[in-house]
Structure formats: C-alpha cells, structure tokens
C-alpha cells in the first residue's frame, strides 16, 4: 500500500516544514533527486519517501536508504514545495555543528552570513561557498534556517558539503582567535577588494562577512571586522545582490589563496 497525505508518518514529516518542529526534533526535509543522493552519501537520511515512478527511475538512491516508504502523488506534492515535485522527499538529521568544532579544523575560507534573512540567498551563499573551498558557513544571528526548504533547494546539496554553523552575531572575536582576519563587505567600505587582492592580503585565512541585501551588517559587526571592503563597479550600476557580492569576494580569496 502506498502512504497517503493523512498516513502518520507523512503527516509527521510535513510538520517538519515549520521551523519550531525542525528546532525541536532536529530533523528537516530535502527534496529533489539531488539533494536526496547528497543527504544519502553524508550518512543522514532517517527515512526516503517516493512515488513508485520515481522510486523506480532512481533505484541507485532507493538502495542507499534504511527505510523506504512508497507514497502517492498527492502525497510528494504534501510533502515537497516545489510546483513541480520530483517524487523524493527525505527526511534527514541536521548536520550543523558548533563554531568551535569548525574552527578548530582550522579553515583557509569562511563565510558568514550575518542576519541574512532570504533563504534563497542563503542558500546560495553557502553553494557559492562550497564551490569556493571554504570549510564552513556561519549563520549568525538572526539569520534564515539553514534547513528552510528554500534554502535546501537553493544550496544545491552543498548543505552536506561544508560545515554548517549557527551562532551569536559576535563571531569577529572567535573567528580572530583562531587565525582568520575577517573581513566585513559595505558598499562604503575603505578597502577595495582589487586593491587587497593585488596586495595580497586576501591570500591570508579569511572569514567573510555578508549581511542582508535590505540592511547590510550591523554596525556593531562592521566595528568588529579587521577591515570594510567594498567591491569596486565599473559600469553604473547602482549595486550587486548579495549573492553575486558574495560569490567575487568569495572567489576572489580562493584565488589569492591558491
């Protein structure tokens, strides 16, 4: 028999859409083939929900999970918050870890996203971060979930690539101590990222700090950092979102560091 949208254990897996049921249960929802066989190889999947169809054509992931549970259509669209579901949905444990943890495997990159409340641009933040190298993604303060179905969907699987961090909005002085500088972005900032680039002070540890599109970092996070850098434009536009902000400063130590 295949589960339905009023079986218990799809109705306990959609509750996990809300974020005070994630916090409380540690568990959270990955949809999508790709997510799914990311979640199966980081060794987190509590339980693969399928449509038989999918089922069938991703047998490879079927294989991998301890517990499969065939559901209906109506039942992966409960589930799932895509218009177009894909037919998987795993319920998975949350792979966040402490900041001391992170540190203390003394990552070259960090990203830090500072309040940042859009869980599209977290998501792709930490996917940027990912494809940069960096060792881990800091979501301060009052900060999206990282385990928001969007911001899930939009990390691409780099969700259980990367150390995962939620912590206080005063990170500067832990990150410091641990041999990161830690540089702050504001469009008003008084270094120019081509000039650290040729200088090559982005070729130190660093940790980046990213606050929201709408308000930026606070200013006591700006007053923490070792230096504001600003990313330079040529043409005329008025600003970049912070998802492409992040992906040049991101990229940019990547490169000074290799």
């Not at 200013?219 to 970049?240: C, K, M, Q, T």
Request: proline letters at 6%; glycine letters at 8%.
């Amino acid at each position: 028999m295949l589960f339905t949208p009023r079986t218990p254990r799809v109705v306990a897996a959609r509750r996990l859409q809300r974020r005070r049921d994630r916090d409380q249960s540690r568990r959270f929802l990955a949809e999508g083939p790709q997510a799914v066989r990311e979640a199966l190889a980081a060794g987190v999947v509590v339980e693969l929900f399928g449509t038989p169809a999918a089922l069938q054509r991703y047998p490879d992931l079927a294989a991998l999970a301890s517990e499969v549970s065939p559901v209906t259509d109506e039942a992966i669209a409960a589930l799932g918050e895509t218009v177009q579901p894909q037919g998987l949905v795993a319920v998975c444990e949350q792979v966040d870890v402490p900041l001391a943890d992170a540190l203390a495997k003394h990552p070259r990159l960090v990203a830090v996203a500072a309040e940042i409340r859009d869980p599209g641009n977290a998501g792709t933040v930490l996917r940027t971060a990912d494809a940069a190298g960096a060792g881990a993604v800091v979501f301060a303060g009052d900060s999206v979930d990282p385990y928001n179905g969007k911001c899930v969907r939009a990390s691409a699987g780099s969700l259980f690539h990367v150390d995962v961090v939620r912590a206080p909005i005063d990170v500067a002085d832990d990150l410091r101590a641990s041999g990161l500088q830690v540089l702050a972005t504001s469009g008003y900032g008084a270094d120019d990222l081509d000039s650290l680039l040729d200088d090559g002070v982005l070729a130190a540890p660093t940790a980046w700090l990213f606050g929201s599109e709408a308000h930026g970092l606070p200013s006591p996070v700006l007053d923490a950092a070792d230096r504001r850098v600003r990313v330079p434009i040529y043409g005329g536009a008025e600003s970049l979102n912070l998802a492409a902000a992040a992906a040049i400063c991101l990229y940019a130590s990547a490169r000074a560091q290799r």
